[in-house]
Every structure is written in C-alpha cells, then in structure tokens.
Nanobody, 123 residues
Framework: QVQLVESGGGLVQAGGSLRLSCAASGRTISGRHMGWFRQAPGKEREFVAAITWSGGSAYYADSVKGRFTISRDNAKNTLYLQMNSLKPEETAVYSC????????????????WGQGTQVTVSS
C-alpha cells in the first residue's frame, strides 16, 4: 500500500505561483511513475503532468506546458508540481497518483491517489 498526501495548495492571484507537494508513505514510490491531475467543480479529473520513476522524462498537458514543472525527490519519497502564471480557470483540487500501467493521461492507469489539495486562483 502507498499513502499519498498532497500539500501546498491555497489561494493565489492570477499570474501567481504555487508549489505542490505529494508525500508518499507506506511503500516507496521510487520505482513508480507518478502523475498530477486536477478536478474542477462539475468537471472530470484531468491530466496535468507525469514523470517517470527516475525523473528522467516528464510529460505535460498542452494547457500547462511552459508554466508547470513536475519533479520528484526519490530520497524523500516526494513528488512536486511547480505552477507558475496561474489562471483562474485552473482553480481545482489537485491530486497526485501513483502509476501502475497504461497511458499517463488516463486516470485508470493509476493505482493509488491522494485526497487532493485545493488550488484557488482569483482574477
């Protein structure tokens, strides 16, 4: 079992930045690819970014490319998401997931999920 706990969310003005963290416990995530997703009220959970187990490759949704950066520290069993130039429409609950198999953008590819952290971007 892997337990994932996100932190770092909050209220930020449009154009601002936040850094999210996803701390894992129970079992190491060092051998797993990891992903970030977000879900706005009334919408489906959508892919934001993913990173391979080594941190050697990262993948992003087109909407966040150039503004968000996913990273990880396997020694700390922690995943990060640096978000810059935030937009009001990016207000959502952001969750991390531990990948099992399949396509990175597909939520069904993830075995474990955190509860999420709320990000609110004011205009």
């Amino acid at each position: 079992q892997v337990q994932l706990v996100e932190s770092g969310g909050g209220l930020v003005q449009a154009g601002g930045s936040l850094r999210l963290s996803c701390a894992a416990s129970g079992r190491t995530i060092s051998g797993r690819h990891m992903g970030w997703f977000r879900q706005a009220p009334g919408k489906e959970r959508e892919f934001v970014a993913a990173i391979t187990w080594s941190g050697g490759s990262a993948y992003y949704a087109d909407s966040v490319k150039g503004r968000f950066t996913i990273s990880r520290d396997n020694a700390k069993n922690t995943l990060y998401l640096q978000m810059n130039s935030l937009k009001p429409e990016e207000t959502a609950v952001y969750s991390c997931g531990a990948h099992l198999r399949g396509s990175f953008p597909d939520t069904r590819s993830y075995e474990y999920w955190g509860q999420g952290t709320q990000v609110t971007v004011s205009s």
